[in-house]
């Protein structure tokens, strides 16, 4: 039974920055995607960034790409995402996923699939 447990966010500035991080637990395969997802009060949840742990597949959304930087430590089996000039608008609560029915693909999360295996959360907001 895979777990998946998110540290990082809080409050912001716009401008700013904040790191977030998805430690996994429980997972057999050797590589798979850790996906973020984020939503917001009213809003449909968005596949936002994913990375396989291997580094053989990587996919940011069109909202954040250039700002988010997705990277893995296979060692740790830790994911991060760093989100740099954050706006107002990436304020959401943010969750880790993945699903081991995708392989280590990142397409699922590109085209927002149910996953099997979420973190809890963490709220993300940028404010000033």
């Known amino acids: 039974q895979a777990q998946l447990v998110e540290s990082g966010g809080g409050l912001v500035e716009p401008g700013g920055s904040l790191s977030l991080s998805c430690a996994a637990s429980?997972?057999?395969?050797?590589?798979?995607?850790i996906g973020w997802f984020r939503q917001a009060p009213g809003k449909e949840r968005e596949g936002v960034s994913c990375i396989s742990v291997r580094n053989t597949s990587m996919y940011y959304a069109d909202s954040v790409k250039g700002r988010f930087t997705i990277s893995s430590d296979y060692a740790k089996s830790t994911v991060y995402l760093q989100m740099n000039s954050l706006k107002p608008e990436d304020t959401a609560v943010y969750y880790c996923a993945t699903d081991l029915r995708y392989g280590s693909s990142c397409y699922a999360v590109a085209l927002n699939y149910g996953m099997d295996y979420w973190g809890k959360g963490t709220l993300v907001t940028v404010s000033s």
């Open positions: 429980g997972v057999t395969a050797d590589d798979y995607f």
